[in-house]
């Protein structure tokens, strides 16, 4: 881990009253957000170090307020000269449906660390070489900064973008600006190709004959369904593997995950493993492991947020 910022040390502040959420003298302004569906969101966040240090793959550990839940968040874009990092949210508990409620532009995090896990082997494929980055729903925004590295280490880059339907797409002009190819497939067919995006790489593996990489990053039934389409062509997959994390630097052991007759920490290891050696059914069932506690806190905090509206 490079962590070189970490949570916000909250001063006391004598007499003082409590700050609301966000509020404060972070450093981890909100400086934009963006809405693309009831669920999904993005928040562009200054953190000029951050910015300056961030390489595709790696993620940070976001922690909204004090008393907060400590949360990964892949880093889906940065911009060294603006010093700012993007992160791209699906709202599907208590503390993402919480940053989606109380954050908007103007508060702040309370503490956002990293950057962590191993970057990505952008290096792997040069120059000439052909890779098909392959992103399915929330999956397109953290799989955009490999596509972009790839781009700008001279590969031919086709992306693959896949969505259950229009209305949910998002990022289209943005992916497609830094491939030279650009399929995108829905699953009713309201948009591009009608199927999954393992129909959208089957075709870019018949046109294109040789392909040096395929990188998928989505929810985990989908990573499995892509790692079993190019096992088959024997290409070369990477993954990157979201199991739960607490600490984020290897200390845990939350986040174990099973590569091949190997057992891997996914904050310090990965979070990109070879997908062809990974046993995606532990990592789904291990990701269902607290889903009772999961839904009181849900619970708990929607009647909180109940009594104080
Ligand atoms: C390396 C990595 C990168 C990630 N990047 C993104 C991203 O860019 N955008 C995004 O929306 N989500 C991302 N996630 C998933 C995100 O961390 C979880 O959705 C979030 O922690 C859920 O918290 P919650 O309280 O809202 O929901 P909860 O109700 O607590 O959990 C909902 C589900 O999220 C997963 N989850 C819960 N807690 C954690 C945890 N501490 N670590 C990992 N998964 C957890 C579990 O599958 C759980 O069933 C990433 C996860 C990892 C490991
Ligand atoms: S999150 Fe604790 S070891 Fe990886």
Redesign the pocket.
Same mark, same amino acid.
């Given at each position: 881990m490079s962590g070189i910022l970490d949570a916000e040390q909250d001063e006391s502040r004598d007499g003082a009253a409590p700050r609301r959420q966000g509020e404060g003298k972070s450093t981890f302004e909100i400086v934009a957000r963006e809405d693309f569906s009831d669920v999904t969101y993005l928040l562009e966040i200054s953190h000029p170090a951050m910015a300056k240090a961030a390489k595709p793959g790696q993620?940070v550990i976001a922690i909204p307020h004090e008393h907060g839940?400590?949360?990964? +968040?892949?880093i @889906?874009d940065f911009d060294r000269s603006k010093g700012t990092i993007t992160?791209?949210?699906?709202?599907?508990?208590?503390?993402?449906?919480e940053i989606q409620r109380n954050f908007s532009v103007g508060s702040a995090l309370f503490g956002v660390v990293g950057p962590m896990?191993t970057p990505s082997d952008i290096g792997a494929v040069g120059e000439g070489g052909k890779v098909i980055c392959v992103g399915g729903g +929330?999956g397109v @925004?953290?799989v955009f900064p490999q596509a972009r590295g790839f781009k700008e280490n001279g590969a031919y880059v086709i992306g693959v973008v896949g969505f259950r339907s229009e209305s949910l797409v998002f990022w289209k002009d943005k992916f497609e600006s830094v491939c030279d190819e650009f399929i995108i497939c829905s699953d009713d067919g309201s948009i591009g190709m009608k199927g999954l995006v393992t129909a959208g790489i089957e075709a870019a593996i018949e046109k294109h004959g040789e392909i040096d990489e395929v990188v998928a990053i989505g929810p985990p039934i989908m990573m499995k369904a892509c790692a079993e389409t190019t096992r088959g062509h024997a290409i070369k997959t990477t993954v990157?593997l979201?199991?739960?994390?607490?600490d984020g630097t290897g200390m845990c052991g939350g986040?174990r995950v099973k590569i091949g007759d190997r057992m891997k920490f996914?904050c310090v290891d990965g979070?990109d493993f070879d997908a062809h050696a990974v046993d995606f059914d532990d990592l789904m069932n291990r990701?269902?492991r607290?889903?009772e506690e999961?839904k009181l806190?849900?619970e708990k905090w929607s009647e909180t947020c109940r009594a104080g509206s």
């Open positions: 993620f839940e400590r949360i990964p +968040l892949t @889906a992160l791209v949210i699906q709202a599907v508990g208590k503390t993402t449906k896990g +929330l @925004a953290p990157s979201n199991p739960v994390m607490i986040c996914a979070p990701l269902h607290f889903a999961e806190a849900v």
